[in-house]
Structure formats: structure tokens, C-alpha cells
């Protein structure tokens, strides 16, 4: 584990914004601002911030690459087999496993790790997490969406979480290729988690999903109150997939479940379609020949420079689309 004198305090309260850039952009030399950059499908020579290369592929005419922001100084680290940066109460990094690893082990040690890190960096409330990894909807014994279930809920039960109370926002979506990837995003100070009331929490699924539910929470605002990162969503209600096939009800039915996410977290009034509200959307879609449909309809009511789009397999073989949010208060 490596340590180092931190020069901001983990007491001084961060702010998190999320940008997308060009995917062929290179990052200037801002050691101040950059938390962390995420690139889908490919590499950048980014030396300021911690790189978490992604492995699934962007889609769309205009790829994107991640870049989170703050407004404190930022600390780059490393320890045991996690890339991280820490700014005041937060702390953005990534894992990545290695290539002759099993899912279940896999998931089992990198969640291991990030929840010993986040206590050894007195950032020990995990805020947002995304697992990127192959083949999610293929059986070998079980479905490996299943497997990865099942051992992130060893990890988080071994280390004492409130299955009920204490977990963070996420989200899980099948790779073309690479191993198992996960990033996350942690603070000193404990977010605020919140759950869609269209839905059934994914920690009280029934058992026909898996033994062990899904271990997340549909969103979680950040500590100051003034952004809110939303799980991947998709078209369930209660419990159920809805809309099987229907691509243009899909999409529907999942901005309905993201505005009820935004209205738990920021009052009944607000929504997607909110004036002061600062809006990115990363959709993850089934299909690539689907990707213009879900354009066209997301650009009437949100930016296109505001949109990612991934190529991805979704954890329910019946689901085409997924879309999660970060969101800022302004
Ligand atoms: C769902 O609502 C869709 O297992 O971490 C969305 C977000 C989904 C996160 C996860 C799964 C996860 O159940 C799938």
C-alpha cells in the first residue's frame, strides 16, 4: 500500500463533475483538476490523473472519453492493484484483474481490495461503482452476471455492510473483451442513497434473479448535496422487465425510472427535464444498430455533447438498453 502526505484534507468538502471529451483528446497538464479519465475500448497517455481504461467499445458518431473534475487538489496514488486519486473527501479509482483470474475470484479480491483502500484512506463510503466485464449473460453452471453477484455480496457481507442501508450507487454491463473491470468513487463522508419507488430495491430482488441480489443501491448524491449519480437503469418495474423487444418503450419506461431517482434525491418537482439541473447520461446499448434510435429520442431532451454511448450486454438477456446519470445541481 503506498502512503503519502496528502496535501488536501480528506474534511474539505469536493466537488465532482463529469465532462466528456472527444476520444481522441489529450489531457492538458491540470494536476489540479483532473480526478481520474475514463476512456472506452482504448488507451490515452494521460500522466495526471489516473487512466481506467474501460473495455467496452464507444458507439455513435461521436465517441467520448471520461474526464472527472474537481475543485480540490488532487493526490495520484496507487496501492496493491488499485490506480487512484484522492481530493478532499473524495477518492475516484479503478482495477482492473488479471488475465488467468475466474469472475467469481476476481470479484471477490478486487472488492476485497477497494474496501480495505477506502478504509486505509479514511474514505471509507463508497459512493458509485461500474463493473465492466465479458460474456455477462452466458451460464457456465450459473449465469456469470450471478457469479459476480454472489461474490460481490461475500464482499460486502465480510466486511460488515448493511445489505439494507449501505450501499452504493452502480452499475454492471457485459465487455466484448477484456477482464473484469471495476471504478469507483468513495468519500470520507457518508452520501446519501437513494431508491426509485417504481422499483424494487435490487438488494430485495426475489431469488428467481440469483441466490444473492444484486448488492447497489439507484442512486447516491454525493456528500455537499449537489450531485447525484443514478445506478444503471433500465426498463423494470417492481422486479419485472417490461417492454420485452420494444426498444422505443425501453428507453421510455428507463427515463421514467431516472426521473424517479431524480425526484427521490432532489424533491418531486425535478426532473430530466429541469432548467438548473447539469445533465450526462452514458447509455449502454445491446445492439449498435439500435444507437441512432436511442439518440434521436435522448437528444430531444438532452444534449447530444452531454450523451456517451457504449456498446454493452446488459445483466438481464431481455433488456436492450441501459442508462445511468450523473447529475449536478446548479
Ligand atoms: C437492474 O435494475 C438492471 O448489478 O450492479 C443496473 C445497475 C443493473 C447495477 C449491478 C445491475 C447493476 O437490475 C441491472
Not at 80 to 98: F, K, N, Q, R, W
Request: glycine residues 6%; negative net charge; proline residues 7%.
Amino acid at each position: 500500500m503506498t502512503t503519502s502526505i496528502l496535501p488536501g484534507s480528506f474534511d474539505e468538502s469536493a466537488s465532482i463533475a463529469l465532462r466528456y471529451q472527444p476520444a481522441q483528446w489529450h489531457p492538458p497538464v491540470s494536476k489540479q483538476a483532473l480526478l481520474a479519465v475514463v476512456p472506452a475500448g482504448g488507451t490515452t497517455s494521460a500522466v495526471v490523473a489516473p487512466v481506467i481504461a474501460v473495455p467496452t467499445l464507444p458507439l455513435g458518431p461521436n465517441p467520448m472519453t471520461e474526464i472527472w473534475e474537481t475543485d480540490q487538489p488532487v493526490t495520484r496514488l496507487s496501492g496493491s492493484s488499485i490506480v487512484y486519486s484522492t481530493a478532499g473527501d473524495l477518492l475516484m479509482g479503478g482495477a482492473i484483474a488479471g488475465p488467468d483470474e475466474d469472475l467469481a475470484s476476481a470479484t471477490r479480491r478486487i472488492y476485497d481490495e477497494i474496501l480495505e483502500l477506502v478504509d486505509d484512506e479514511n474514505r471509507p463510503h463508497l459512493v458509485r461503482l461500474w463493473n465492466y466485464f465479458p460474456r455477462i449473460n452466458e451460464f457456465e453452471q450459473t449465469e456469470r452476471y450471478q457469479q459476480f453477484c454472489a461474490a460481490r455480496f461475500e464482499a460486502f457481507t465480510a466486511a460488515g455492510y448493511d445489505m439494507a442501508s449501505d450501499l452504493p450507487a452502480a452499475s454492471a454491463v457485459g465487455s466484448q473483451n477484456g477482464a473484469l473491470t471495476v471504478v469507483f468513487i468513495a468519500s470520507s463522508r457518508r452520501p446519501r442513497y437513494v431508491e426509485n419507488p417504481r422499483q424494487i430495491s435490487a438488494f430485495s430482488y426475489p431469488r428467481q434473479y440469483g441466490t444473492r441480489s444484486p448488492s447497489f443501491s439507484r442512486g447516491a448524491v454525493l456528500p455537499d448535496g449537489s450531485t447525484l449519480l443514478v445506478s444503471g437503469t433500465a426498463s423494470i418495474v417492481g422486479h419485472e422487465t417490461v417492454h420485452r423487444g420494444d426498444l422505443g418503450a425501453q428507453v421510455e419506461e428507463t427515463l421514467r425510472n431516472i426521473d424517479a431517482v431524480i425526484a427521490e434525491a432532489f424533491g418531486p418537482d425535478t426532473s430530466l427535464h429541469s432548467e438548473d439541473l447539469d445533465i450526462r447520461l452514458k447509455v449502454y446499448v445491446r445492439h449498435p444498430a439500435d444507437q441512432p434510435r436511442i439518440a434521436a429520442r435522448l437528444e430531444r431532451t438532452v444534449s447530444p455533447r452531454s450523451i456517451s454511448y457504449l456498446r454493452a450486454d446488459i445483466c438481464r438477456a431481455d433488456l436492450l438498453v441501459e442508462i445511468e446519470a450523473c447529475i449536478r445541481r446548479s
